[in-house]
C-alpha cells in the first residue's frame, strides 16, 4: 500500500503554521483525519491513487479544491465530496473564508474489502459499490448538506481514548450504510465551476470589496464583466456560500466592526464609506448582525483594551 498523502498533508500543515492535523487508523486500509487549514490557498502534489478512496466533510469554513480537468468543487458547512485520489494527485485548494475544518476519510480500497470488519461484511456493502453508485463516470461525488449526513458526522464532546476510536469505528460503518443506499437523483448535487469561472468571479468579489463606498446590481456586474446574470449569481454562490447581496452585506458589516475597533472615525464617516446612504440605515443593518447598535459595540470593544 502507498503511504496516504493525508500523512504528509497534517505534517506540511503543522510545520507550516498554517493549519493541523489529527490522525487515527480505525480499520485496515481505513483512516480518519481531522483537518484544520488557515490560509487563503494551498497546494497539494502526489502520485495517482486510485485505489483510494477519500470522503470529505465540511464542519465549518468553506473550502475549493480544483480537481483533475480544470475544476472545482466547493464545500460550505455539512457538505460532502468523494473522489479516488488520482483526482487529486496534483491540485489546489482555496478558502474563500480565510479558513477550514472538516473531516476526511481515506480508504485503501483493496485492503478494507480483505479485511472487511464483520458487521460490513455481513451486509455486501463496499468502496467499490459505492464508487459505482455515486461516481460511474471516475468525477467527484458532491452532496448538499443534509439532516442524514449531518447527524452521521456529528462530532461528540467528552470521548476520548478507545471510546473515541470505538465511536468512528461505528460511525464509518453507518456511512458506509448511508452511502451505498443513496440515490443520486433524490439528493441535492453540488455541480463543480470550471476554472475559468472561477477566476472570472474572484475578480468580481476583488472589484466589490474594493469599492464598498458604492453598491452595484447584479445586472451592472453582468454587463461589466460580460457573464449572464444567472451564471453570475449561481457561481459566486457557489464559491462563497451566499447570494452577492447577503454576502456584501455580511462584508460591509465585519469591515464596519474592524473600523469602530480599530479608528477613530465617526458612525456617519464609517456607514458612508460602506456605502450606506445614512447613518440610520447603518445602525439598523449593524444591529439586525452583530445584535448592538455601532456606538454599543464601540464602547464594549474599547473597554475590553482597558
Known amino acids: 500500500m502507498a503511504e496516504n498523502p493525508m500523512l504528509a498533508i497534517g505534517e506540511g500543515l503543522r510545520k507550516s503554521g498554517r493549519g493541523n492535523s489529527e490522525h487515527m487508523v480505525l480499520y485496515p ?13 494551498y497546494h497539494f502534489q502526489h502520485e495517482e491513487l486510485p485505489g483510494m478512496l477519500q470522503i ?24 460532502v465530496s468523494i473522489h479516488t ?5 496534483a491540485s489546489q485548494m482555496t478558502l474563500p473564508l480565510g479558513f477550514y475544518r472538516g473531516i476526511s476519510i481515506s ?35 458532491c452532496m448538499a448538506a443534509n439532516p442524514d449526513i ?16 470505538v465511536y468512528y469505528q461505528l460511525k464509518v460503518q453507518e456511512l458506509f450504510l448511508y452511502l451505498e443506499s443513496i440515490e443520486p437523483e433524490n439528493v441535492k448535487i453540488l455541480y463543480p465551476c470550471r476554472a475559468e469561472q472561477v477566476e472570472l468571479i474572484k475578480e468580481i468579489h ?7 463606498e458604492k453598491r452595484y446590481t447584479i445586472e451592472e456586474l453582468s454587463r461589466k ?15 462563497y456560500g451566499q447570494p452577492i447581496a447577503s454576502y456584501m452585506k455580511e462584508y460591509r458589516i465585519r469591515r464596519a466592526s474592524e473600523l469602530l475597533r480599530g479608528t477613530d472615525d465617526s458612525i456617519a464617516v464609517i456607514a458612508q464609506r460602506l456605502g450606506y446612504e445614512n447613518q440610520g440605515k ?25
Open 29 to 41: 486500509g481505513v483512516e480518519l483525519f481531522f483537518i484544520y487549514y488557515s490560509d487563503k490557498f
Open 56 to 79: 470529505n466533510y465540511c464542519l465549518e469554513g468553506r473550502m475549493g479544491w480544483e480537481m483533475n480537468e480544470g475544476a472545482f468543487v466547493y464545500l460550505g458547512a455539512g457538505d
Open 85 to 89: 485520489m488520482d483526482c487529486c494527485a
Open 107 to 141: 480508504v485503501e480500497i483493496q485492503q478494507f474489502a480483505e479485511k472487511l470488519p464483520y458487521p460490513v461484511r455481513k451486509t455486501g456493502i463496499s468502496a467499490e459499490k459505492i464508487l459505482e453508485n455515486l461516481c460511474p463516470d471516475k468525477k467527484p461525488f
Open 150 to 165: 449531518n447527524g452521521i458526522f456529528t462530532v461528540p464532546a467528552g470521548l476520548s481514548g478507545s471510546r473515541q476510536k
Open 206 to 212: 476583488g472589484f466589490l470589496i474594493h469599492n464598498l
Open 225 to 239: 464583466y460580460l457573464i449572464n446574470t444567472s451564471s453570475l449569481k449561481k457561481t459566486f454562490k457557489s464559491i
Open 282 to 306: 447603518f445602525t439598523q443593518a449593524f444591529k439586525d448582525l452583530i445584535h448592538m447598535k455601532p456606538s454599543e459595540y464601540r464602547k464594549q470593544s474599547q473597554r475590553a483594551y482597558i
